[in-house]
T-cell receptor, first 113, second 108 residues
Framework: KAGVTQTPRYLIKTRGQQVTLSCSPI?????VSWYQQTPGQGLQFLFE???????NKGNFPGRFSGRQFSNSRSEMNVSTLELGDSALYLC????????????FGPGTRLTVT | LAKTTQPISMDSYEGQEVNITCSHN???????ITWYQQFPSQGPRFIIQ???TKVTNEVASLFIPADRKSSTLSLPRVSLSDTAVYYC?????????FGSGTKLNVKP
């Protein structure tokens, strides 16, 4: 099976702009989670989607949002970008019955200038 | 917020066995314990999971005592390629809290 794919892999944006990141989970996986990783804060949970519904949300401002489509592909959006949003954004998918085993994509490196 | 606790860093030499211990003081009765490995600029990779006693796969062994308040990831005969960050995330209502992990540095 193909692994989790994320596009784009690298992105440079200007403060105040918005950005959309895409994630395609492993075929058959219905749960998709998003994480933000920075040197200072480590790996932090953003939100999780299952069957097009957001089931859980981490402690991030409303500028961070996401959605999941009927084919389980997911997107996350960050509006009004701030310098502190520069990070590696990781997407992970998991099978319905094994939440503990998450498969991560390579991530999207976002740089905000 | 309940979380797991693990050493910030560890050093080892090639060929040695490495044991990384994690504290799970607030683990829920039904939750499994999992470990992940992360190389720079890559997403974490699932290594192993267990509920109690010992679990072994081709990569590592996981030891969990009866009280489940801690776990130990054992990597046999490490090589330079095992240099990475190892996480024992806390799991709560479909959320993983990864923390900062343990940075393992394997020296030649």
């Amino acid at each position: 099976k193909a692994g989790v794919t994320q596009t784009p892999r690298y992105l440079i944006k200007t403060r105040g702009q918005q950005v959309t990141l895409s994630c395609s989970p492993i075929s058959g996986h219905r749960s998709v989670s998003w994480y933000q990783q920075t040197p200072g804060q480590g790996l932090q949970f953003l939100f999780e989607y299952f069957s097009e519904t957001q089931r859980n949300k981490g402690n991030f401002p409303g500028r961070f949002s996401g959605r999941q489509f009927s084919n389980s592909r997911s997107e996350m959006n960050v509006s009004t970008l701030e310098l502190g949003d520069s990070a590696l954004y990781l997407c992970a998918s998991s099978p319905r019955d094994t939440y503990y085993e998450q498969y991560f994509g390579p991530g999207t490196r976002l740089t905000v200038t | 917020l309940a979380k797991t606790t693990q050493p910030i860093s560890m050093d080892s030499y090639e060929g040695q066995e490495v044991n990384i211990t994690c504290s799970h003081n607030n683990i829920a009765t039904n939750d499994y314990i999992t470990w992940y490995q992360q190389f720079p600029s890559q997403g974490p990779r699932f290594i192993i999971q267990g509920y109690k006693t010992k679990v072994t796969n081709e990569v590592a062994s996981l030891f969990i005592p009866a009280d489940r308040k801690s776990s130990t990831l054992s990597l046999p005969r490490v090589s330079l390629s095992d240099t990475a960050v190892y996480y024992c995330p806390f799991y709560n209502f479909n959320k993983f809290y990864f923390g900062s992990g343990t940075k393992l540095n394997v020296k030649p």
